[in-house]
């Protein structure tokens, strides 16, 4: 692995003097199957494709991880991954088999490059950079202390930084595991399938994330021999310092997915970023380089010689004269020559040289799936592009790390969080169902905030004018919208509908209509009345009080669902229906004049 160290203190090392018949130990130091025959390795040797198929041998194991040697029916699996005659052409086809997998020290040693760094750890950063909010299960009241606790909890275990980082190996290596430690003290309680219920309380320590380096995989039978199996080329177990874990107490994120041929290559990996953009991550550095280079020697001076024969055969002088051209001329010089010498000077245009490079580093932007003006940070040349197309299409592929990396993460984690240090604290002792909802990617000034405030509360009046809703449905849908700068407000109950027979105002208004002069009393009022002073006389006696009651009111106002209707004392509509219950009211107010 670290063959490079040896390099540099032995820079020549001695060739053998006779060819050995014993594989590399450190070139086989990632594979995962050992091959043990010499006849096999020798064929191996002579096969040009060795290193991207799978060696001969396979290591079967059964069902408990032990080495099944019984069995021995492995041949058709073996001559799967035998190269037959192709039709391609040999150029063509050796091209597209270098691109196979170049081996996780390769990887690590590419992703040190500025570039590649960024394009790799850029989308994990974005993804998870606004966060989540916990959702619980409907109909399930959580305490706020609770929700509280459960985000401190998210902190103290770094979980936005523990996911930034996972996708960010997994774009380094293909694959990236992530082990949640929840052990209990027994040696092989790793060994077992993950059992949330079996988590006691403040065992859960957190998440660690593998480099694939330090781990190697473990096939049983099934995952070997039976290619319709849900499980057929998924390592049942993977080996740490010479400890197997099952699966499942991983959230292992891959690459995108090679076809199973390739698996053992890849280790059971996905492809990695590093893999797919080195070669033009090298070809934009070294374009960059020229620019520097072409600056400098964009001049070219030409002397013309009367006699090119006598100046070569001369050399010594003539290199005399060549040296002393260049001492003496450069972009700041003066350069002196006879008057009868003939000189030109020819430059070398660099008015889209900007656009040849910034063209190479946007091919390696389309190949990490990120728009060049987030990769590079400046503007896109080259393809006349402004790159909001590009901003909504990588706002696509982030949702998709979210949903399909982040969020596995996120559940595994709530779940061992909630059964170690949550739900013992519960007054019930019984775990919450935890999900997360992901917050928008794009973030509003505050300009558009306001725009999109303002257009809202138009569609709420136009919602009310129809009759759709009214005014506390207007409430509460502003409280629950936390950018409508009125979420603090509080809500208020709707109060129960009264019938107008016993609503105060109407009773008020029709008291007052009955009791009203008449206009003839009026006119026969006498003009200096208001002058003398009035008698108050008591009322008079009421001989017959039911000849001065009122004829009882018949009509009322009813409401049904979001409409208002006049009824009648048997109940029903006579008119309507009306948005709003004033309109109602008028309406009524009408129909007793008439």
């Known amino acids: 692995m670290f063959s490079f160290l040896k390099r540099l203190v032995d820079p020549d090392p001695i060739p053998p003097t006779e060819p050995t018949t014993e594989p590399d130990n450190i070139s086989q130091y990632f594979r995962t199957h050992l091959i043990r025959t010499v006849q096999e390795r020798e064929a191996l040797k002579q096969d040009p494709f060795r290193d991207l198929v799978t060696p001969d041998d396979f290591k079967i194991h059964d069902s408990t991880g032990k080495d099944d040697v019984t069995n021995t029916n492995t041949q058709p699996a073996k001559q799967a991954f035998r190269i037959g005659r192709q039709i391609l052409p040999d150029n063509l086809f050796f091209w597209y088999v270098t691109q196979s997998f170049i081996g996780y020290q390769a990887c690590a040693f590419v992703a040190q490059h500025w570039l590649v760094d960024r394009a790799c750890s850029l989308k994990g950063r974005d993804a998870v950079r606004n966060g989540f909010e916990l959702v619980f299960d409907e109909g399930i009241e959580v305490d706020p202390i609770t929700i509280k606790l459960i985000e401190r909890h998210n902190k103290k275990f770094h979980l936005k930084k523990k996911m930034e980082i996972a996708d960010k190996f997994k774009n380094v290596f293909g694959i990236s595991h992530i082990l949640f430690l929840t052990g209990t003290g027994d040696p092989e309680y790793y060994e077992k399938p993950f059992n949330a219920d079996g988590i006691q309380p403040g065992r859960y320590k957190g998440m660690v994330r593998v480099d694939p380096y330090w781990i190697s995989p473990l096939l049983t039978t099934e995952a070997v021999e039976h290619p319709d199996s849900e499980n057929f080329y998924e390592p049942t177990y993977w080996i740490i310092s010479g400890r197997k874990y099952h699966k499942s107490h991983f959230v292992i994120l891959r690459g995108p997915e090679v076809a ?202 136009t919602a009310e004018q129809t009759g759709a809703i009214d005014a506390y449905d207007i409430r509460e849908a502003l409280i629950k919208d936390a950018d409508s700068g009125l979420s603090g407000l509080e809500s208020l109950e709707r109060p129960e509908e009264l019938d107008e027979l016993e609503d105060p105002d109407y009773t008020q208004q029709a008291e007052s209509a009955y009791n009203k002069p008449d206009d003839d009393t009026e006119a026969t009022e006498d003009a200096d009345a208001e002058d003398q002073p009035q008698a108050i006389n008591p009322p008079p006696e009421i001989e017959n009080p039911s000849e001065l009651q009122t004829e009882p009111i018949t009509q009322r106002i009813k409401r049904d669902g979001r409409k208002w209707y006049i009824v009648d004392s048997s109940g029903k509509k006579i008119s309507g229906p009306h948005s709003r219950k004033d309109l109602a009211r008028k309406n009524m107010a009408d129909l007793d004049n008439a």
């Open 260 to 461: 199973d041929i390739l698996k053992p290559s890849y280790l059971y990996g996905g492809l990695p970023l590093t893999q797919r953009i080195l070669e033009r991550v090298y070809a934009a550095e070294r374009t960059a380089n020229e620019a520097p280079q072409l600056a400098l020697s964009k001049r070219l001076v030409i002397r013309y010689l009367a006699n090119l024969e006598q100046a070569i055969a001369n050399q010594g002088k003539f290199e005399e004269a060549m040296c002393a051209l260049a001492e003496w001329r450069d972009n700041f010089g003066v350069f002196v020559d006879d008057i009868n010498n003939k000189v030109e000077q020819q430059d070398t245009s660099l008015s889209d040289l900007d656009t040849v490079i910034m063209t190479q580093y946007q091919i390696v932007a389309g190949q990490a799936g990120i728009p060049a003006t987030k990769l590079m940070g400046t503007s896109p040349k080259g393809f006349q592009a402004t790159g909001e197309h590009e901003i909504d299409t990588y706002h696509e592929e982030l949702e998709s790390i979210q949903e399909n990396d982040m969020t596995p993460i996120a559940d595994r984690h709530h779940v061992c969080l909630m059964r170690s240090h949550i739900a013992p604290f519960l007054p019930d002792k019984k775990p919450l169902t935890i999900d997360i909802k992901w917050r928008p990617l794009s973030v509003m000034t505050e300009k558009e905030r306001a725009e999109t405030s303002e257009i809202k509360v138009r569609t709420y009046q």
